[in-house]
């Protein structure tokens, strides 16, 4: 006499399932771990954050002041070249 298989789910569904448990608790464990860093405390992360802010923010001033108007630039360039000063 045979032995009959009843599938209830195909493999692929299993294997989906199997994939949302892993994510499932993925996304837990990475909750749970939200408050264990190694290395740096919140307080020391804010502050080298506002330090890089403040680079960024320093060099964007700088490069606002030594910008220059490259359309004005290309149309001087254009009359130099064209003989008119």
Do not use: W
Not at 21 to 33: G, N, Q, R, Y
Not at 54 to 74: C, G, P, Q, R
Request: charge should be negative.
């Amino acid at each position: 006499m045979e032995k009959f298989k009843i599938k209830l789910l195909p493999p692929f569904v299993k294997g989906m399932i199997v994939a949302y448990v892993i994510a499932a608790l993925s996304v837990l464990l990475f909750i749970t771990c939200e408050d264990i860093r190694i290395g740096k405390t919140k307080e020391e992360l804010a502050r080298d954050m506002f330090e890089v802010d403040s680079l960024i923010k320093t060099i964007h001033v700088e490069m606002d002041s030594v910008a220059m108007d490259f359309n004005k630039l290309y149309i001087d360039a254009q009359r130099i070249n064209n003989g008119h000063f």
